[in-house]
């Protein structure tokens, strides 16, 4: 089967970091098949900023999303721009704290999706007191959400791709995530 | 053990390098390709190699001639713009017959176009670009683990025969991340062949194979190095028509008759399809799942990717496109390959051509497929 999943916010927040470890988790982890890929340019120093996974069984060959799965709004901007392109029956988690939901609830409702809210960044802040960890605190809520990666899997991934030394906050705020829901 | 890693096709294509042997890098960083730059300067020093940040795309193609004189396996990464900025030093490593490869991450092009877009249209511009009659070997990969693979190779052919291997590549497969497998006892590596004999030594002798051996400067073999048409030597001989043939049919024909040893394609479903979609490079990933689509409707579709555009794969295309009715070509240009391809095959061949920076959607190519192949 194949997934594809789109987290989105504004630069600096770390999506691509995020999708990274996603992918990581499922090709080098989960004995899966993952490409990831994410926007380029100018929007990647401020504006939204987007990352893009594909995770599957089989081989991928098309790397790029043509309609997401899941998809992850760390900001609103991000929520309302990219939201449209989302498959029927998805899946939606948003970073609640950065988030009006009164312009998608039509959208929601018309698409059948459905909504998980993961407060990521109130929770890096006040769970683990560094606000710079709400990706990987993220990352803990869709892997419990969704189970395209496996627990054991994302740990590893969180393991291996955050700067040495951090790795006791960053799994701290992975297992912080894991329980947001 | 074999290694694995998640990781992107630039950074893929920097390990291939080093793998490869190479340890001179001369570049000047431009987008799409910077990483290739950037994984180089952080590593090389760590193995006794040398990187260079060089003023522009021109020192670059320089550098690197003088890297691969001096003896080292050497390359340099670019895009479009300074891939048009080295075309002068390419035909001189053409003529002084000097292995050296450059990788091309191509963008939306011409001038300075898209930077951050992907793109197919340096194609026969890694073909032509420079002035005269020359055979260059072009490598596209359609994965990171093929970029990988590919630039190792990259290098073997330019150690093989002597001379500059492209890797035409692009903003799609060099950005991207997938896992590759590294596995050391899998991986062949063609060493530099080095003259022995002093004394009887001609460094551009019309051998039967057409590819001499190479000494570096310093070993005390007195070789003179030019881009003016030479005789056995190295001594320009200019005015005589025998020399400059007799020269230029070698450094081609070490090309074309070894044809067989370089190109290389693949395919699928092409035994019963009567429309053959052909690509190289990222298209590849789009049309494989057009025609995996198109199968699962119903009709007989079938793919040959082309790792290698040049030399062109002819014998090969031919072949695999013999019982077909119809060929579809998918590039990310207004038509560039197509009208090598169109040359080949028999039937009637039609184009999928995108410009503006984007990767073909697979439903474009099975809208195609389903027009032409009588849906």
Redesign the interface.
Known sequence: MRTEVRIAGFGGQGVIMAGIILGKSASLFDEKNAVQTQSYGPEARGGASKCEVVISDEEINYPKLEHPDILVAMSHEALIKYIVDMKDNGILILDSRNIDESEIEDFVKEHNITVYRAPATETAINDIGLKIVANIVMVGAITKITGVISKEAAIKAVESSVPKGTEEKNLAAFEAGFNLI | MAE???IQGNEACAKGALKAGCRFFAGYPIT?STEVAESLARELPKVGGAFVQMEDEIASAGAIIGGSWGGSKSMTATSGPGFSLMQENIGYAFISETPIVIVNVQRGSPSTGQP?MTSQSDMMQARWGSHGDYEPIVLSPSSVQELFDFTIRAFNLAEEFRTPVFIMTD??IG?????IIIDDDKIEIVPRKRPEDKENYLPFKNVENGTNPMPSFGDGFNVHVTGLTHDERGYPDTNNPKTHTDFIERLCNKIINNKGKICSVKSKYCDDADIIVISYG?PV??V??AV?QAREEGLKAGYIKIDTPWPFPDKEVKELTKNTKSVLVAEMNLGQMFYEIDRVVDVECSLIGKIGGE?H???EILSKIEELGGK
């Not at chain 2, 950005?175 to 896992?179: L, P, Q, T, W, Y």
Request: net charge neutral; no cysteine.
């Open positions: 694995e890693l998640f799409p951050t903003e799609v950005h991207m991340r997938e896992k990222s990933r789009s494989g799942t995996e990767l959607k697979p439903s």
